[in-house]
């Protein structure tokens, strides 16, 4: 497992953008799938965004499609996400995940987790 901190979460007008980060520890940092999951309240948690291990390959749930980009940097383990045009669907509160896994958009196989950063996009 892999120790994980989200931070750049924060309250935006509907249109803006915001960048979240996660920190990870741990020197197998980058032989783990990274994700981004969301929760909005009374909701499920659902996928937003997983990259590969190499950052060679990324996959987004369809309604952030062309908004949302993710992206790591191996060398400060470090994950984004880049979040533009954003809209009052798009708070809930983020977590960072990472596994080993190919099942990137099933948070069951994901075993570490972050503590999540709240994101608000008011209308």
């Known amino acids: 497992q892999v120790q994980l901190v989200e931070s750049g979460g924060g309250l935006v007008q509907a249109g803006g953008s915001l960048r979240l980060s996660c920190a990870a520890s741990g020197r197998t940092f980058s032989s783990y799938t990274m994700a981004w999951f969301r929760q909005a309240p009374g909701k499920e948690r659902e996928f937003v965004a997983a990259i590969s291990w190499s950052g060679h390959s990324t996959y987004y749930t369809e309604s952030v499609k062309g908004r949302f980009t993710m992206a790591r940097d191996n060398t400060k383990n470090t994950v984004y996400l880049q979040m533009n045009s954003l809209k009052p669907e798009d708070t809930a509160v983020y977590y960072c995940?990472?596994?080993?896994?190919?099942?990137?958009?099933?948070?069951?196989?994901?075993?570490?987790w972050g503590q999540g950063t709240q994101v608000t996009v008011s209308s």
């Open positions: 995940a990472a596994a080993k896994t190919y099942r990137y958009a099933d948070s069951r196989t994901y075993d570490s």
